[in-house]
């Protein structure tokens, strides 16, 4: 709600999402001891006294993503806003086998943490989408044409590496991270 309609006040939340205030209160006060959102500008007054208003804090937090192309592999780094921070392309071959993609993901993953100055904890989590056959549940690469590998559990695979969660995500929602962020959050 903050995200996408944000600046918004406390009131304008509640009325939207049926709530009374003082959930509202209670839930954003909440979110600003955890650094997520942050209290903005005043907005308009209706009568009373002008409301604060609230937004994300694009910085709190950020989603790694990988994107395992038909010929190349893309991983980036997004803050709570959906922007992308980072980005890099490596390209690849029908030839590159799996463990050479881990390690373009790991060396890729590595490199934006450190040129970006983000520290572990302020990680979510890493969203994962590949073409081929997926078994999205399981986290696994049930078969990739591209490249030929078959029954490859990265999800598990880059978990252990990063020690963060992985998540496997729909093509269309690839640059889009942020929604799996906020559940991340409420978790």
């Known amino acids: 709600m903050i995200r996408l309609k944000g600046p918004i ?7 939207i999402l049926n709530l009374t205030p003082a959930t509202v209160t209670n839930i954003t006060a909440e979110l600003i001891n955890k650094n997520i959102i942050i209290e903005s500008d005043l907005g308009q007054s209706t009568g009373g006294r002008k409301p604060i208003l609230l937004k994300i804090n694009a910085d709190s937090y950020y989603i790694l993503s990988v994107h395992i ?11 709570m806003e ?12 029908q030839n590159t ?28 989590g890493i969203g994962i989408a590949a073409h081929g056959i997926v078994d999205a549940e399981k986290g696994k690469i049930i078969y990739s044409p591209n490249y030929g590998w078959k029954n490859k559990n990265i999800r598990t695979d880059l978990e ?7 998540f496997w995500i729909e093509m269309l929602e690839l640059w889009h991270l942020v929604k799996v962020g906020m559940v991340l959050v409420n978790m």
């Open 9 to 15: 006040s406390r009131a304008e939340i509640a009325k």
């Open 160 to 166: 252990k590496i990063f020690d963060i969660p992985a």
């Open 69 to 79: 192309g038909s010929t190349r592999i893309r991983t980036a780094v997004l803050n």
């Open 82 to 93: 959906s922007k992308i921070i980072d980005k890099i392309s490596v390209k690849t071959t």
């Open 97 to 124: 086998t799996y463990e050479e993609a881990i390690n373009i993901i790991k060396e890729g993953i590595e490199r934006l943490i450190n040129d970006n100055g983000i520290i572990k904890d302020k990680l979510l």
